[in-house]
């Protein structure tokens, strides 16, 4: 199928998310990555992840956009290389800081999702950050994505019905 336009074409390359019905899965691949050291794994599913997060500069972020408001649970998928690889970490999204300890797995092969915290976002653009604030044993974390979960309104839970319910949330008329 070919269509064709006359005048300019207006896009917006800024990844709309979900505000209701599915999470909005954030890979790393599709992040842009900063910093020194941070680099790719090959890409195949054991692998999908950032790696050798040893610099406290070195951050990964995304660009998004909402057209209409919503609370999310925010969530990490990630890894360790080994038991020895810990830290702190924030996400940072709509001028919210979420922190977080990464939990050590056992080594690379066990992955964990961990739930940072919530945000309440209005109808916009921004950037979501994962940024480490204190890196031990070498490693900070194997990152493979950031989820953000729409949160029901009239229930308080996220739409997977999975994990666990952080706080409440009142529906309101603000959005």
Avoid: C
């Avoid at 990152?143 to 409440?168: A, C, M, N, Q, S």
């Amino acid at each position: 199928m070919v269509i064709e336009f006359k005048g300019d074409l207006k896009v917006n390359a800024v990844r709309l998310i979900s505000a209701r019905d599915q999470t909005n899965v954030l890979r790393t691949f599709d992040g842009e990555s900063h910093g020194s050291r941070l680099r790719f794994g090959d890409g195949k599913a054991p692998k999908a992840y950032v790696f050798e997060w040893s610099e406290p500069g070195d951050w990964i972020g995304w660009k998004i956009r909402l057209d209409q408001g919503a609370v999310f649970d925010v969530k990490l998928k990630y890894t360790t290389a080994s038991a020895a690889n810990n830290g702190t970490y924030t996400v940072r999204i709509g001028g919210r800081v979420l922190k977080a300890t990464v939990q050590p797995t056992a080594n690379e092969n066990e992955q964990t999702t961990a739930v940072v915290g919530r945000v309440k976002l209005v109808p916009g653009e921004y950037v979501v950050e994962v940024r480490p604030q204190n890196i031990a044993g070498g490693e900070l974390m194997r990152l493979f994505h950031l989820e953000l979960e729409p949160v029901d309104r009239t229930t308080g839970e996220g739409v997977k019905g999975k994990g666990r319910k952080i706080g409440t949330f009142a529906p309101s008329q603000d959005f």
